[in-house]
């Protein structure tokens, strides 16, 4: 399509509104998202290749820890475009490579395939709902607030710590029984390791390549991914439940959550195709009177 103003949008009737905005939004869907595989099997890959250096000794630990905070902190993502079955959806032919990034992507942070894919589309249905929005545990006036709530929504009892599992039982379906069980299964297993490998003399390297990396990395995604696009998290809506805004440490370092309203908007998009879809449907977010803090 032609330019065309935001004046001249706000003037349209509403129907031709949408019909543009969707036409614009189509051109950036639809292929396979090369980068989003690679991403989620290559972080993988380095995450797990950390064990076996370090424990031979071919890699000290300080450099392993700080590789492996950050792999933690970009396993989600790649999941996260599965979840929206952008890679292939069901019965195409690739459509075991959506599921295979959806599961092994997020390994790191311990987050099972089937919970993250239930809870995110809840997340979806219902965006700052008090009640309904599994990620609203998140919510806070300010920065330093929400990273405090983070340390009390990890500690035992803590009232917002069950969000996900409350999502699953409101949900009700055997896929989400099973979800839950396998969730259950991850953090058996997680403490299994663990225990194994403090018995096994290896406390340390457990807790430099995968205990502590998994605290900063999900703490990091849980302010790019979920505080900061969706704050103050008070609107519920289409256009209302997320923002654009500018992040102070660039598009690169905060995961491209600076266009995060296109992704709830359009969550066919590919993440990596985010910044020129933004550019191309600006105009139409300004006629809707959307939030784009200072993008």
Not at 133 to 158: C, E, V, Y
């Amino acid at each position: 399509m032609t330019d065309i103003s935001v004046e001249a949008l706000r003037a349209l009737p509403a129907q031709e509104l949408n019909r543009l905005e969707t036409e614009t939004a189509a051109r950036f869907m639809g292929g396979l998202p090369w980068g989003s595989v690679l991403w989620g099997l290559g972080n993988l890959a380095v995450w797990l290749s950390l064990w076996p250096l370090t424990l031979s000794g071919l890699m000290p630990l300080w450099v392993a820890f700080p590789i492996a905070t950050l792999n933690v902190a970009l396993c989600y993502l790649p999941s996260h475009e599965a979840q929206h079955r952008i890679i292939a959806r069901e019965g195409e032919p690739l459509f075991w490579l959506n599921e295979l990034v959806g599961h092994l992507s997020p390994l790191p942070m311990l987050l099972p395939y089937g919970v993250a894919r239930l809870t995110h589309y809840e997340h979806h249905l219902h965006a700052n709902h008090p009640d309904l929005d599994p990620d609203i545990h998140t919510k806070a006036p300010n920065a330093w607030r929400h990273l405090l709530n983070t340390i009390a929504h990890r500690q035992p009892g803590s009232a917002t710590g069950g969000n996900y599992g409350k999502a699953l039982a409101r949900i009700g379906t055997d896929e989400a029984r099973r979800a839950g069980l396998i969730a259950a299964l991850y953090t058996l297993a997680y403490h299994a390791i663990l225990f194994g490998m403090a018995w096994s003399g290896f406390a340390i390297e457990a807790a430099l390549i995968w205990w502590l990396p998994r605290i900063l990395g999900t703490t990091y995604i849980q302010f790019y991914l979920s505080w900061a696009p969706h704050h103050p998290a008070q609107e519920m809506g289409r256009y209302r439940d997320t923002r654009a805004f500018r992040s102070r440490l660039g598009n690169l370092m905060s995961s491209g959550m600076q266009f995060h309203i296109l992704h709830h908007l359009y969550p066919r998009i590919p993440l990596l195709r985010h910044a020129k879809a933004y550019e191309a449907l600006r105009p139409f977010l300004a006629a809707r009177d959307c939030r784009l803090d200072g993008l």
